[in-house]
């Protein structure tokens, strides 16, 4: 399998489930601002929309859209208990935690990054994402190390790759007043499979891409 990735972004989620899973890969890191792979060639022959993340199969078959493909990763090893089977409640759950982390949290930081929008309107979007991060820290205090309990999942990979500290620092986010949520993401900091994410992608999770 190849995953093609921009380092720091959001296809860091399945690179952690990757290397969580076992399963054999190769990391293909995308230029997404000049839509280019290493070798110079045009990443929109791979994907018309030239996002990440992406994930080819050995037969060629490529997946798109993060939440899906780590389901699909999670699914390919059951085993290591990634995701609750499929028709369960607890599947549920955990899709509906890969949504919030998708609409409320990855969708609502995106505009910050934006370096042509006014910083007033910036001020407004976050003024709503705010309320979303009290909630959320409100629900991490209650739970489990993990969002579905004792057991790491998919659903963390991606929560945590979107509140990175640094992402939370560049959306100019103050991220003080949410205590559970920093205990949480050095939780899951300390896993040997977003270590390991981190340092292939070159990246630090509290200051972004490494020079």
């Not at 780590?70 to 390919?76: S, T």
């Not at 290591?80 to 609502?108: D, Y």
């Not at 007043?177 to 390991?196: C, F, G, K, N, T």
Request: hydrophobic content about 40%; proline content about 8%.
């Amino acid at each position: 399998m190849k995953l093609y990735a921009f380092p720091g972004a959001c296809s860091l989620s399945p690179h952690i489930v990757l290397r969580e899973s076992g399963l054999p890969f190769e990391l293909v890191k995308v230029n997404v601002k000049t839509r280019t792979l290493p070798d110079g060639s045009d990443y929109r022959k791979v994907h018309p929309l030239a996002y990440v993340p992406l994930l080819e199969l050995d037969d060629g078959t490529r997946l798109t859209e993060g939440p899906a493909i780590v389901q699909y990763l999670a699914d390919r090893v059951p085993e290591k208990r990634l995701a609750p089977p499929n028709g369960t409640l607890e599947r549920t759950r955990l899709q509906t935690w890969l949504n919030f982390a998708s609409t409320e949290i990855h969708k609502g930081f995106t505009p910050m990054f934006n370096t042509s929008l006014p910083e007033e309107m910036k001020e407004l979007l976050r003024a709503k994402v705010r309320p979303v991060l009290q909630w959320l820290d409100g629900e991490l205090a209650r739970r489990g190390p993990f969002l579905l309990g004792e057991q790491f999942s998919v659903a963390d990979a991606y929560l945590f790759t979107v509140t990175m500290p640094y992402r939370c620092k560049r959306a100019g986010f103050d991220m003080s007043p949410y205590a559970h949520l920093a205990a949480y993401r050095e939780r899951v900091a300390a896993r040997a499979s977003v270590q390991a994410a981190v340092a292939a992608e070159g990246i630090s999770i509290t200051h972004g891409v490494m020079q």
